[in-house]
């Protein structure tokens, strides 16, 4: 995700980070170096070296920092990171399961009525285009027992 615009609102302690889809806040306490009221950020830009995925600032010391993009949307609890973070290790998981499996693959791909190339598209982890109901179908294929759990976080 590019970040479209980078500002430092030193009275409410937060950058704000602007992308496509919409505008996030990142607190000054989680910058590395923190920025203090004797340190200010000078300058702040998005940062082309980072494919503008991330932003660096300078402090008045002449200390600086890099965020990625991939912090803030953390920071965030974006839906659509946390959605991504979910498909990742669903994928791992299946793919561990699929080298284990006695079944092969062919009968994997019978019992989940699909072609092999969206079978495929299943195991790969870099693609996020597919959801999380086939991925659980690809589990229960495998005759895995997939159960989610959902509770408070910590303090």
Avoid: W
């Avoid at 430092?8 to 806040?25: D, L, Y």
């Avoid at 991939?70 to 946390?82: A, G, I, R, S, T």
């Avoid at 998981?93 to 299943?122: C, D, H, M, N, W």
Wanted: charged fraction near 30%.
């Amino acid at each position: 995700m590019k970040i479209r615009k980078v500002v430092a609102k030193t009275r409410r302690k937060v950058v704000e980070v602007s992308t496509a889809r919409r505008t996030f806040v990142y607190p000054f306490s989680r910058l590395t170096p923190r920025p203090t009221s004797d340190n200010p950020i000078r300058t702040i830009h998005v940062d082309r070296e980072l494919a503008s995925e991330g932003f660096t600032y300078t402090l008045a010391s002449g200390r600086e920092g890099s965020v990625h993009v991939e912090q803030v949307l953390d920071y965030n609890k974006d839906p659509d990171h946390v959605r991504d973070g979910l498909l990742y290790a669903l994928t791992l998981e299946a793919q561990k399961r699929v080298e284990s499996s006695p079944l092969s693959r062919r009968e994997i791909i019978r019992r989940l009525g699909t072609s092999p190339a969206q079978f495929y598209r299943l195991l790969d982890q870099t693609n996020y285009s597919k959801s999380v109901d086939r991925l659980v179908a690809l589990l229960q294929a495998l005759d895995c027992d997939v159960r989610l759990t959902v509770r408070a976080r910590p303090a």
